[in-house]
Structures are given as C-alpha cells and as structure tokens.
C-alpha cells in the first residue's frame, strides 16, 4: 500500500484543518488506518484509528473530542478532522495501515506508512 498523506498547513489555535490520506497499491478495505503524528523533538506518537469497515475508532486522550477519523473505502481515502486545535498539536501527521480488522495505538503493529504532512497551530 502506498500512501499519501496531504492537507496540513499553518493555522491558528482554535481553528480546524482536514487531514486527507489516499491509499493505493492494494485492497484499502482490508486495513485499519491509523494517524499518528510527532512534534519536534519528541516520540512519534498515536493519534487514533478506524477499522477496515469504519465501524470502530479509537482516540488518543488528548485528541478525544476534538478529532474525528472517517474513511471512504470507494474513493481509498482516510480523513483526520481536527477541530479546536491547539499549539500543542503542532507536529508532522502521518497516516498509516494495519493489515488487521481493528488496528492498533502501537505504531509497531503498522505495515505501511505515509509520508507525513506537517500542521503547524500558532497560538
């Protein structure tokens, strides 16, 4: 699976910003897809994941509330909508796929990768 990840930029705290992952190279049904993100300096850390079918998503603490994953298996595409975001979420995003029904918070369970796209909140 190759993916590309896309939508990040510069914005204010408070403000929301689309995240979009398009997926290609092999069946996008047959994975969860997880986003996780690292800010500089620190671990690459889990943000959240949706199951293959969509029916199952799972947060992070800190993004509870405030994000939302949804994906488009016709169109093999994911979307991580981030609402009231803060400085603290400044980070590079990155998309990934688990070849599993649920997906997983550990990053060490993915099989492929995106590139990551880089949001940036000024406070």
């Known amino acids: 699976v190759q993916l590309q990840a896309s939508g990040g930029g510069l914005v204010q705290a408070g403000d929301s910003l689309r995240l979009s992952c398009a997926a290609s190279g092999r069946t996008f049904g047959n994975y969860a897809m997880g986003w996780f993100r690292q800010a500089p300096g620190k671990e690459r850390e889990f943000v959240g994941v949706?199951?293959?079918?969509?029916?199952?998503?799972y947060y992070a603490d800190s993004v509870k509330g405030r994000f939302t994953i949804s994906r488009d298996n016709a169109e093999n595409t994911v979307y991580l909508q981030m609402n009231s975001l803060k400085p603290e979420d400044t980070a590079v995003y990155y998309c990934?796929?688990?070849?599993?029904?649920?997906?997983?918070?550990?990053?060490?369970?993915?099989?492929?990768w995106g590139q990551g796209t880089l949001v940036t909140v000024s406070s």
């Open positions: 990934a796929a688990d070849f599993a029904r649920y997906g997983s918070s550990s990053s060490t369970e993915y099989d492929y």
């Open positions: 949706i199951s293959r079918s969509a029916g199952s998503t």
